[in-house]
Every structure is written in C-alpha cells, then in structure tokens.
C-alpha cells in the first residue's frame, strides 16, 4: 500500500476536480493523510475523511495563520482539534515559521507550545512544519513525551538531521526530492524505519508546472529505492509500516 501523510486535498485547488484526484489514489490502493491549516480547512478535512474511505484527516494549526488570532479565536481553534480527537490521526500540521519578517516568533512559539500539550494530553501524533525554524521546534518537541513526531518537508541541516534520527521521530519524504539533493541526502542517512512519504499536494510536485496529487507518491517510492537500492515494493511496505506504527496504532 502506497501512502501520502501530508497533503492539502481540503485547498480550492481541488475544488473543480477532487473525485478524480482521490480515485487516482484509490487505484493505487493509497492511505493519504489530509491537513487542515485552520478551523476552516479542519472542518472540510474531516468531510473529506467521512467522505473518502482513502483519506484520514490530520487537524492542524498553520503558524504564520495563527499568529493573527485574537485569544477567543485561537482557543476555539484548539478546542476543535480537541472535540474531534476520535475523528482525527494526528495533529498537524503545526510548528514554526521563520521565512516572514513579521513573524512573531514569540507568539508562535506560545501556540505551538499550547497545541503540543494537547497532543500529550490526547496522546496523538504530531506533525511538525519547522521552515526556517528547524532548530527551535526540535528543541520544544524534546520538552514534551511526545514518542510519534514526523517532521514534514524537513529543511534543517545535518546537524539536525542527526537529532531528529536520535529522537527516534520520522522524516516524511515530499516528491520533489526527485530534484532535490537535500532529500535525497536524507534519505541515504536515515533508516528506513524512520521514513515515511508525502506529498504536500498541491505543492511540491515531482513535474515542474504541474500541481501535485496523492498518486504522484510513486515518484518518491522510486527515489528512495534507488537510493536505497531496495526493490520498490519492499520501500512501499517499509513506509506502510511505519505509517501504521506512528499514526494508526491505539
């Protein structure tokens, strides 16, 4: 079984063609993991789980988005993911963002704080957004019992690359890494059993100027065998395992 554990199917992007994307995936027999950014991404997340026996939803809080919240807001936000735990196989995605001058770095760092809590308390995985902040995140994380963290799209160093491998937390690997030395470095320096793929659909796609999809998954698979130099399917079984291991065990 083929998996994608971060994607934005739940975006307008899809809106006009989203039966065909998702039977694509289903073709392939794929588990996809939807995200919510926010409370309206979080809701049409979950109609989509609801609605597609393929998808799982994943309800997060976009940093950068969050930041803006007035407190009655962002409480409403998190008693959301809250109320719909049950209906939900992880947190995310959620983190840090540095890449904006105006980023309020010190409020981020308070919700993610405030949102990792819950996940303890709730006892779900969490999946961690880190652009330009790789450092700080880990750095929180590991102040928290949180055992099933994925890190998505990871861009930090080696360095950090290094104590993300120690923590025993897992990369999930975007389908760009076909073009992309960073990943495919990853890739060659972390154990199998600590990788998972993803596509952050409908970003990061493996065709320049075409929109990404769950089924485009495939191009990782083969990136990750020839680096790997394992035959496809056993890539496609040891990243199912690992996605059953962080997100569906109880």
């Not at 969050?66 to 993911?81: G, P, R, Y």
């Not at 963002?97 to 105006?102: A, G, L, N």
């Not at 075409?210 to 990136?223: A, D, G, L, Q, W």
Request: glycine share 2%; net charge neutral.
């Amino acid at each position: 079984m083929l998996v994608d554990v971060h994607c934005h199917l739940n975006f307008v992007d899809y809106d006009k063609d989203r039966d065909e994307v998702v039977k694509r995936a289903e073709k392939l027999d794929m588990a996809v993991i939807d995200s919510g950014t926010c409370i309206k991404d979080n809701i049409k997340s979950l109609e989509l789980s609801k609605k597609y026996k393929a998808v799982n939803s994943s309800l997060g809080l976009y940093p950068l988005y969050a930041i803006n919240l007035k407190e009655k807001e962002l409480e409403d936000e998190i008693d959301f993911i809250r109320r719909n735990k049950d209906s939900m196989v992880a947190i995310g995605e959620i983190g840090l963002d540095k890449s904006e001058d105006d980023c309020n770095i010190e409020k981020q760092v308070e919700i993610f704080r405030r949102v990792l809590t819950l996940a303890e308390k709730i006892k779900k995985p969490v999946v961690i957004h880190s652009r330009k902040a790789e450092k700080e995140c880990i750095e929180i994380i590991e102040t928290f019992k949180i055992k099933n963290v994925d890190m998505h799209c990871f861009s930090g160093n080696f360095k950090l690359v290094k104590k993300v491998q120690d923590n025993g937390w897992f990369f999930s690997i975007p389908t760009n890494i076909v073009r992309l030395f960073h990943f495919q470095k990853i890739v060659e320096e972390t154990p199998m059993s600590q990788l998972l793929t993803e596509t952050d659909s409908p970003y990061l796609s493996p065709f320049i100027e075409k929109r990404n999809e769950p089924s485009f998954v495939v191009e990782t698979i083969r990136k990750i065998s020839e680096i790997k130099k394992l035959n496809e399917e056993e890539v496609k079984k040891l990243i199912f395992m690992n996605f059953q291991k962080i997100f569906l065990k109880k």
